[in-house]
């Protein structure tokens, strides 16, 4: 049998033993409480950081988004309105072109003196066949001022002129659709204008 003495040693021993397990594991518990708080804290700025991040994420692809398509938008617009500028001025050289009379005749000379002007006094004329009565006579017209002739082979085109130096060297190109063609970048932004009502 264990003494009595012995008995409150043990049990003494065993009191502070139990105490100091106790106190290890209430500090145990407190260190653990702690971290588990500064994990929620960490893990609750992170999720805000993500949300943030996210949602700027979002807004971009937006924005992206948005300007995409109303760049889209854009190009379409511009595609139908050069579309239409087109049309107009197929439609323009076509009349120009079933142009008859002393309007025609003039123009014809104007264009032959115009392209005298930029190549020279001598010049071969080159027409379309439909044309080369109404050349013909504008050359005659010149008399001595300029040393013109008609090239016998016709050209393919609408109305208007080719005119080359004797040596061939220098061309002008004045017909319709050469002059039309000079033209369309000034004439393109009237043209607009006057379809998008903005003229």
Do not use: H, W
Not at 35 to 60: D, F, N, Y
Request: hydrophobic share 40%; with cysteine; charged share 30%.
């Amino acid at each position: 049998m264990v003494s009595k003495a012995a008995a409150d040693t043990l049990e003494k021993v065993s009191g502070e033993f139990e105490a100091e397990v106790l106190a290890g594991l209430e500090a145990g518990r407190a260190e653990t409480l702690a971290k588990v708080e500064s994990m929620r804290k960490e893990t609750g700025e992170t999720v805000a950081r993500i949300l943030e991040t996210g949602t700027k994420q979002a807004e971009s692809v937006r924005r992206q988004v948005i300007g995409a398509a109303e760049l889209e938008v854009r190009n379409a617009q511009l595609r139908s309105l050069e579309k239409a500028v087109n049309e107009v001025f197929e439609l323009a050289a076509a009349q120009i072109s079933q142009a008859t009379g002393s309007i025609y005749e003039k123009a014809m000379e104007r264009l032959i003196q115009g392209g005298l002007d930029v190549i020279g006094p001598r010049a071969r004329v080159e027409c379309a066949t439909k044309d080369r009565k109404v050349v013909a006579f504008a050359v005659k017209k010149l008399g001595t001022k300029a040393k013109v002739s008609l090239e016998e082979a016709p050209i393919d085109t609408t109305g208007g002129v080719v005119l080359t130096t004797p040596d061939g060297t220098v061309r002008f190109d004045n017909t319709f659709e050469a002059r039309l063609e000079r033209m369309k970048p000034s004439l393109r932004k009237e043209v607009a204008a006057i379809l998008t009502g903005s003229a």
